[in-house]
């Protein structure tokens, strides 16, 4: 079983746009969303879901007024400022760590499973796909992510299927971690700004840490053709696969419109590309 992830260094690169075109191209092939914090697969995915399930991200400290003295303890000793004047813990300030708990004298604390989100296992019309979502607000995301990873690839045992296409979280972050620990593959998309191509290069300096394969597109290359080259030129120097570019296309927004992926929505630029792209990618995790 292979596991392809696609990130990006920051969002609205058009990563998910693309990684449903890629699910579109491989057929029945597992999907699993790994943006929690802002998942947004299922738009062009269409997901029915088979079975949901709650996600607690950790224990959250919650004190009983009747039992606490006010002595204040618990108070002093919080690191993370989550308990106020009046003895109530903030449940978004909370990180679990317990301390209140065992300093107060008095018993009044006790530790509650958070609830952060919800997790899903779902049948769409681009193959099964495990996504997820974050209650707003909630953090814990790196686990949530490592849970949706975990899922799909038992999902893909379940029904026989040899690779799992992820939607990887953007950013540098402990999520964007979580999403590409253990992959065969990591597609960086970026754009040609030159933002984009200083976020592209710190999420191939995290790939590189953890020595997996990695490769780039840019996408909308024609914005500013001079990036897009320096771009290239970066990979080439670097010895990471260049795989191609995405034009900018008004048929990508009128996929988007119409909830279909770029490559089903007529023969366009920006279809061929990922066409192309998508054949070099299998050939690379295949190699
Ligand atoms: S569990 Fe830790 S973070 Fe939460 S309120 Fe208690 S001391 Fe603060
Ligand atoms: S340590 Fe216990 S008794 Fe003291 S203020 Fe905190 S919850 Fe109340």
Redesign the pocket.
């Known amino acids: 079983m292979k596991e392809i992830v696609i990130i990006s260094g920051k969002g609205g690169t058009g990563k998910t746009s693309l990684v449903a075109s890629f699910a579109y191209l491989a057929g029945n092939r597992v999907l699993a969303d790994c943006d929690v914090d802002a998942a947004d697969l299922h738009i062009l995915a269409h997901p029915k879901a088979r079975h949901e399930e709650d996600f607690s991200g950790g224990v959250k400290a919650v ?1 009983d007024p009747k039992s ?8 002093q000793s919080c690191r993370y400022d989550a308990i106020s004047e009046d ?1 109530r813990v903030n449940r978004f300030r909370c990180e679990g760590c317990s301390v ?1 708990y065992h ?4 018993d ?2 006790r530790l509650e499973e958070g609830l952060n989100g919800r997790w899903f296992i779902s049948d769409t019309r681009l193959g099964p796909m495990v996504h997820a979502a974050l209650f707003p607000g909630e953090e814990n995301s790196g686990k949530l992510v490592a849970l949706v990873r975990n899922q799909a690839k038992v999902l893909a045992r379940t029904e026989g299927l040899d690779l799992i296409i992820v939607d990887g979280a953007p950013g540098v972050g402990c999520p964007v971690i979580s999403s590409i620990t253990g992959a065969d593959h990591v597609l960086v998309v970026t754009e040609p700004t030159l933002s984009g191509r200083h976020d592209m290069e710190r999420a191939l300096q995290l790939v590189r840490g953890f020595d997996i394969p990695a490769s780039v597109v840019v996408n909308k290359w024609d914005v500013n053709p001079q990036v897009a080259d320096s771009i290239e030129e970066y990979c080439r120097k670097s010895g990471v696969a260049f795989l191609g570019r995405i034009p900018y296309d008004a048929a990508v927004i009128a996929a988007m419109v119409n909830k279909r992926t770029i490559v089903e929505n007529g023969d366009n630029g920006a279809a061929r590309a990922i066409r192309s792209i998508w054949d070099k990618v299998i050939a690379s995790i295949l190699s």
């Open positions: 004190i606490c003295t006010e002595c204040g303890e618990c108070r003895f209140c300093v107060c004298p008095a009044a604390v």
